[in-house]
């Protein structure tokens, strides 16, 4: 399987017997060793164009479990980049898995304070970033930009005949490309994986800055965060290891195993037609699975 490629397996379950819909999982997890996911596609058109403009170096930010993070260090290592991760808050040692990884792939930490970090993306901290750094590409935090949106509108290159699409979503940036992608064909469905409504507002404006169409065949559903980013409970782990033991592939608890309690919750509910068809994407991340001390 080449780079970037995902297989698409359908998944059976008597509750989807019983309410007669289908569900597949396209499965992004497999698509690269290092940056799986919607990472991949988040970053190749950024690596692309700090190549195209004559960059070594590649910065970003993120916190200390960052699947981004770790992403970055991985693919700026095979494609021959030096990286530098901007990390929100003090350093803690011994470093997490995610830490460690990142530095064993060469990248370099920096620790910035929390207050500082929420003005990451003024000029006045990029200013002092450049003159610590010197020369480099920046990517935002989760990897989201005009690029990325790009690169996540691939995700569905061959599957547009589905009724359904489902996607975690944590910065907005992978749904925005999904929807785009569509242009107006199905449903998608966001699992938002963070407490609150923002993420509606953020893929909004992300769709206008790409597509500039009022495109209305989309919704996040924020009722399964189970307490907001990287939080989980008793309930979301047990039906993660039931999932993982029934299909045979692994989640993570921040992202999918999230999409997938709520497709089910929602499937359970009756909020599906007879005869309806579902892709869930599977956005990778297993990395993060260390910050709870599971295998992956």
């Given at each position: 399987?080449?780079?970037?490629?995902?297989?698409?397996?359908?998944?059976?379950?008597?509750?989807?017997?019983?309410?007669?819909?289908?569900?597949?999982?396209?499965?992004?997890?497999?698509?690269?060793?290092?940056?799986?996911?919607?990472?991949?596609?988040?970053?190749?058109?950024?690596?692309?164009?700090?190549?195209?403009?004559?960059?070594?170096?590649?910065?970003?930010?993120?916190?200390?479990?960052?699947?981004?993070?770790?992403?970055?260090?991985?693919?700026?290592?095979?494609?021959?980049?030096?990286?530098?991760?901007?990390?929100?808050?003090?350093?803690?040692l011994p470093l997490?898995?995610?830490?460690?990884?990142?530095?064993?792939?060469?990248?370099?930490?920096?620790?910035?304070?929390?207050?500082?970090?929420?003005?990451?993306?003024?000029?006045?901290?990029?200013q002092t970033l450049?003159?610590?750094?010197?020369?480099?590409?920046?990517?935002p935090e989760g990897?989201?930009?005009?690029?990325?949106?790009?690169?996540?509108?691939?995700?569905?290159?061959?599957?547009?005949?589905?009724?359904?699409?489902?996607?975690?979503?944590?910065?907005?940036?992978?749904?925005?490309?999904?929807?785009?992608?569509?242009?107006?064909?199905?449903?998608?469905?966001?699992?938002?994986?963070?407490?609150?409504?923002?993420?509606?507002?953020?893929?909004?404006?992300?769709?206008?800055?790409?597509?500039?169409?009022?495109?209305?065949?989309?919704?996040?559903?924020?009722?399964?965060?189970?307490?907001?980013?990287?939080?989980?409970?008793?309930?979301?782990?047990?039906?993660?290891?039931?999932?993982?033991?029934?299909?045979?592939?692994?989640?993570?608890?921040?992202?999918?195993?999230?999409?997938?309690?709520?497709?089910?919750?929602?499937?359970?509910?009756?909020?599906?037609?007879?005869?309806?068809?579902?892709?869930?994407?599977?956005?990778?991340?297993?990395?993060?699975?260390?910050?709870?001390?599971?295998?992956?």
């Open positions: 399987m080449e780079l970037g490629q995902a297989p698409v397996q359908q998944i059976h379950a008597p509750l989807f017997e019983q309410m007669k819909v289908s569900v597949f999982v396209k499965r992004e997890d497999l698509n690269h060793p290092f940056a799986s996911g919607n990472k991949y596609h988040k970053l190749k058109y950024n690596l692309q164009e700090a190549k195209k403009q004559g960059h070594d170096t590649l910065l970003t930010f993120g916190g200390a479990y960052s699947n981004h993070i770790y992403a970055v260090a991985g693919i700026g290592k095979a494609e021959g980049f030096k990286t530098i991760g901007v990390i929100r808050g003090e350093e803690h997490n898995h995610t830490l460690q990884s990142a530095m064993d792939f060469g990248m370099q930490l920096h620790y910035m304070d929390r207050s500082t970090y929420r003005l990451k993306n003024t000029e006045k901290v990029k450049h003159k610590k750094f010197n020369d480099f590409y920046l990517i990897g989201t930009n005009e690029l990325a949106i790009k690169g996540t509108s691939e995700i569905l290159k061959k599957e547009s005949n589905y009724d359904y699409y489902a996607s975690p979503v944590g910065t907005g940036g992978t749904m925005a490309g999904i929807i785009h992608c569509l242009n107006g064909q199905g449903k998608v469905l966001g699992f938002s994986a963070l407490k609150g409504n923002f993420l509606i507002e953020e893929v909004t404006n992300l769709l206008t800055q790409v597509n500039g169409r009022h495109l209305k065949n989309w919704c996040i559903k924020t009722d399964y965060h189970f307490g907001g980013y990287a939080k989980t409970n008793f309930e979301l782990m047990d039906f993660m290891k039931a999932f993982e033991e029934a299909y045979d592939f692994l989640l993570e608890p921040v992202y999918t195993a999230k999409m997938f309690y709520g497709l089910f919750d929602m499937i359970e509910k009756g909020a599906f037609q007879k005869g309806t068809s579902i892709l869930a994407i599977h956005t990778g991340g297993l990395q993060g699975r260390a910050g709870f001390g599971l295998a992956h």
